[in-house]
């Protein structure tokens, strides 16, 4: 006779326990990724991450969920870049001047008054060369995923409307901590100044700095409008932004992971664009209805050939020279 006798509702039960904790063991535990970004919640590039993430949840049934830190919560660019490398942040979104410093061949992307149009950037973008890029981040810790729009960056200040090189003379300009950007700004004249993008604000309020050069977006959405008024459309650059995984997360992955996060980089690419193109418009619009002084009509060869050695020095590296030559190419 058995020591004990367990009722039958006390059976059932125990049954019921052990077949529920045998469920959950099954279940996959939703894995969360930390994505960063240094722009505000409401900008084309966080929706992007966000609309990614929305495509990561559904087609992983749950298994991966992507949390979008924008606003600089999680810090500055080159800090968040470096976090990245190492694999405390799992995906960023960052300009390709910033990460030139970690990925050399990033930086043609970047070199003055290489695209002719938006149209031959993403002609370029979207082709082979695009492709070899981002595959050229892996070496360094990263894996590119996806290029993003970021537009044509043009110089704007308070102390006067710039309508030669002449006017770029000792103006105190902001840049991407970034050599290249470096080296663009001082071969124009002016005086260049490192300073984190959250920090252009005060940088502009307080006259630390003169001015700054970027895109519509970034000029109206950060309120630098209020603090330097002439707007000289150099569009100097078209440096794109670029979504980055860490290498770290990425070889977590499986095959399937991967490929699922590849292809919703990509389709969240395209999102971006349309968005992109919209907020571009109206932030424009903005500045104009502010009465900023926009300087359509300059004279921009001179600007052009200040950039000689910028180039020339591009044109030591042999891949940067491969690179320059094909993208001068596409058509």
Not at 299 to 307: G, L, S, T, V, Y
Request: hydrophobic fraction near 40%.
């Amino acid at each position: 006779m058995p020591l004990f006798r367990r009722s039958l509702p006390g059976t059932i039960a125990a049954f019921a326990l052990t077949a529920a904790w045998t469920a959950l063991a099954g279940q996959a535990v939703a894995r969360e990724f930390r994505a960063a970004d240094t722009q505000a919640e409401d900008y084309p590039t966080v929706q992007a991450l966000r609309y990614m993430g929305k495509l990561v949840a559904e087609r992983s049934h749950g298994e991966y969920m992507i949390r979008v830190f924008h606003s600089n919560q999680l810090g500055e660019e080159k800090e968040t870049i470096e976090q990245t490398r190492v694999g405390a942040i799992d995906l960023n979104r960052t300009n390709v001047a910033p990460i030139g410093s970690f990925v050399p061949s990033v930086n043609v992307l970047a070199l003055p008054f290489l695209f002719r149009s938006n149209d031959h950037l993403n002609k370029v973008l979207d082709g082979p060369i695009g492709k070899e890029i981002l595959a050229s981040f892996e070496p360094y810790g990263f894996v590119g995923l996806a290029f993003f729009d970021s537009g044509a960056r043009s110089v704007y200040n308070s102390v006067r409307p710039i309508r030669s090189l002449a006017d770029m003379k000792g103006l105190r300009i902001r840049v991407q901590q970034s050599p290249l950007m470096v080296s663009m700004i001082k071969a124009l004249g002016a005086e260049p100044v490192e300073l984190p993008y959250g920090q252009v604000r005060t940088g502009l309020a307080t006259k630390l700095i003169d001015g700054a050069e970027n895109n519509w977006p970034s000029y109206v959405t950060t309120d630098h409008y209020k603090y330097a008024g002439n707007y000289t459309l150099t569009e100097h650059t078209m440096s794109p932004e670029v979504l980055v995984m860490s290498k770290k997360a990425w070889d977590s992955l499986p095959p399937t992971g991967q490929a699922m996060f590849r292809e919703a980089a990509q389709e969240a690419s395209l999102f971006m664009r349309k968005k992109w193109k919209e907020l571009e418009d109206s932030s424009r619009q903005q500045a104009e209805a502010a009465g900023i002084s926009i300087i359509t009509e300059f004279d921009r060869k001179p600007f052009e050939a200040a950039m000689a050695d910028v180039h020339k020095q591009a044109l030591l590296d042999p891949v940067m020279s491969d690179l320059l030559k094909r993208i001068r190419d596409v058509h």
